[in-house]
C-alpha cells in the first residue's frame, strides 16, 4: 500500500505557535518556557486560582520583578500556559500521525498519541482539565478553547475525507465524524 499523502497544513503546529514568535531571542524562550513548566506545576497542585506570581517565582527561584519580566500579570502566565500545553500537545499528536502508512493508521497513531499524552503528561493534563472547567466561567479561557476544538476539527476532517476519498472510511460526514472524535477523546481524557 502507497504511503499516506497528507496536506502538509495538516501537519503543521497552527495552533497557538504565536507563543514562540513572543520571545524571539531563543535563549529568553527557553527561559520562559521554563518558567511556564514551573507554572503548570503550581497550577496542577493547587489549582488556577491558589497560584500567585510571587509562588511561581519562589518555584522557579527567581524573582518576582523577572517573571514579571517575560509575563505581564497571572493572567498572562495562565493563558501562555494553556497556549503551551496545548501546543505541546499538538506536537505529539501531530508526529504520530504523520508516521502512519495509510490515513487509517495515521488516524489510528493520532488517536493513541491522544491517549499516552494523557498518560505519560499528566500535569499537563491536570491543568488542560481545570482550564476545561473554566472556560464555563471565563470568556478568554473559552475563546482559546473554541480555537483549539476548531483547528482540532478541521485537522480530524482533513485527515478522514482523505480517507474516504482512498476509500479507507466509509461513511456520510466527516466533520461529525471529526466532532464525535474530539468529544471521544476528551471525555476519556476526563475519565
Same mark, same amino acid.
Given at each position: 500500500?502507497?504511503?499516506?499523502?497528507?496536506?502538509?497544513?495538516?501537519?503543521?503546529?497552527?495552533?497557538?505557535?504565536?507563543?514562540?514568535?513572543?520571545?524571539? !531571542?531563543?535563549?529568553?524562550?527557553?527561559?520562559?518556557?521554563?518558567?511556564?513548566?514551573?507554572?503548570?506545576?503550581? #497550577?496542577? =497542585?493547587?489549582? *488556577?486560582?491558589?497560584?500567585?506570581?510571587?509562588?511561581?517565582?519562589?518555584?522557579?527561584?527567581?524573582?518576582?520583578?523577572?517573571?514579571?519580566?517575560?509575563?505581564? !500579570?497571572? !493572567?498572562?502566565?495562565?493563558?501562555?500556559?494553556?497556549?503551551?500545553?496545548?501546543?505541546? #500537545?499538538?506536537?505529539?499528536?501531530?508526529?504520530?500521525?504523520?508516521?502512519?502508512?495509510?490515513?487509517?493508521?495515521?488516524?489510528?497513531?493520532?488517536?493513541?498519541?491522544?491517549?499516552?499524552?494523557?498518560?505519560?503528561?499528566?500535569?499537563?493534563?491536570?491543568?488542560?482539565?481545570?482550564?476545561?472547567?473554566?472556560?464555563?466561567?471565563?470568556?478568554? #479561557?473559552?475563546?482559546?478553547?473554541?480555537?483549539?476544538?476548531?483547528?482540532?476539527?478541521? =485537522?480530524?476532517?482533513?485527515?478522514?475525507?482523505?480517507?474516504?476519498?482512498?476509500?479507507? *472510511?466509509? #461513511?456520510?460526514?466527516?466533520?461529525?465524524?471529526?466532532?464525535?472524535?474530539?468529544?471521544?477523546?476528551?471525555?476519556?481524557?476526563?475519565?
Amino acid at each position: 500500500m502507497p504511503k499516506a499523502r497528507v496536506i502538509k497544513k495538516d501537519l503543521e503546529y497552527l495552533l497557538f505557535s504565536e507563543i514562540y514568535h513572543r520571545f524571539d !531571542d531563543p535563549k529568553a524562550r527557553r527561559r520562559a518556557f521554563s518558567f511556564i513548566e514551573v507554572a503548570i506545576e503550581c #497550577f496542577s =497542585r493547587k489549582g *488556577f486560582e491558589n497560584v500567585t506570581l510571587e509562588l511561581i517565582a519562589r518555584e522557579a527561584g527567581v524573582t518576582r520583578p523577572l517573571l514579571r519580566h517575560y509575563f505581564h !500579570d497571572l !493572567d498572562d502566565v495562565r493563558e501562555v500556559a494553556i497556549k503551551y500545553i496545548r501546543l505541546v #500537545f499538538q506536537k505529539v499528536a501531530i508526529e504520530a500521525m504523520g508516521n502512519g502508512p495509510s490515513i487509517r493508521l495515521m488516524l489510528v497513531n493520532y488517536l493513541e498519541a491522544c491517549f499516552a499524552w494523557s498518560k505519560n503528561s499528566r500535569t499537563h493534563a491536570r491543568v488542560w482539565l481545570a482550564f476545561l472547567h473554566l472556560c464555563y466561567h471565563k470568556k478568554n #479561557f473559552r475563546e482559546l478553547n473554541s480555537k483549539a476544538v476548531q483547528i482540532g476539527t478541521e =485537522r480530524l476532517t482533513s485527515l478522514l475525507e482523505q480517507g474516504k476519498a482512498t476509500g479507507e *472510511f466509509n #461513511f456520510f460526514d466527516a466533520e461529525k465524524a471529526a466532532i464525535l472524535l474530539q468529544a471521544l477523546i476528551t471525555g476519556a481524557l476526563v475519565s
